[in-house]
């Protein structure tokens, strides 16, 4: 398996006529202000000797500092970011309060050179959102899992939105 892989669990909820699909901000400076591309289905790297799927599991309760949920795993496939990263998502019909969450965090030099390491959560805030709204804040390349999602569950594609 070449170059890096990461796997990920996409909740969705059932809101009236809709859906709406739980994804996260990104943390850390380099997303602090930005809202366009920074946000990101919950997700995280793994090694060759684990699986996807339990990657995923493994990843959801780092990122958001709770028990993945139980329930039927819809696979909506793989994608290649830019960057040449592998992303595989499962979607999985569930509900939880975002105000619930504790983000895992990760250390890193800040400001730059400054000899100094500080703490920054994965993901900063967790939202509910309509996949259409979604789809104008994600990383790019995601929104191809937004675009299966839909098409599953309601049997019609998601129409974006020229706004973002």
Do not use: C, N
Not at 44 to 56: I, S, T, V
Not at 139 to 160: K, N
């Amino acid at each position: 398996m070449g170059g890096k892989r990461s796997a990920g669990l996409l909740l969705y909820r059932t809101v009236g006529d809709g859906i709406e699909v739980l994804v996260g901000h990104m943390g850390g400076p380099f997303f602090m202000g930005r809202e366009a591309g920074a946000w990101s289905v919950p997700k995280g790297e793994y090694g060759a000797d684990e699986l996807p799927e339990a990657a995923a599991r493994r990843e959801f309760e780092e990122e958001l500092g709770l028990p993945p949920p139980e329930g039927d795993l819809l696979p909506l496939g793989e994608i290649v970011q830019r960057g040449g990263k592998t992303v595989t998502v499962w979607a999985v019909e569930a509900d939880l309060d975002p105000a619930d969450a504790v983000p895992g965090t990760f250390s890193m030099e800040w400001p730059r050179r400054s000899g100094t390491v500080r703490a920054f959560p994965e993901m900063d805030r967790f939202a509910w959102l309509s996949p259409e709204l979604a789809a104008g804040l994600l990383v790019q390349g995601q929104q191809a899992f937004l675009d299966r999602l839909v098409q599953h569950v309601t049997g019609v594609p998601l129409e974006h939105s020229d706004e973002a």
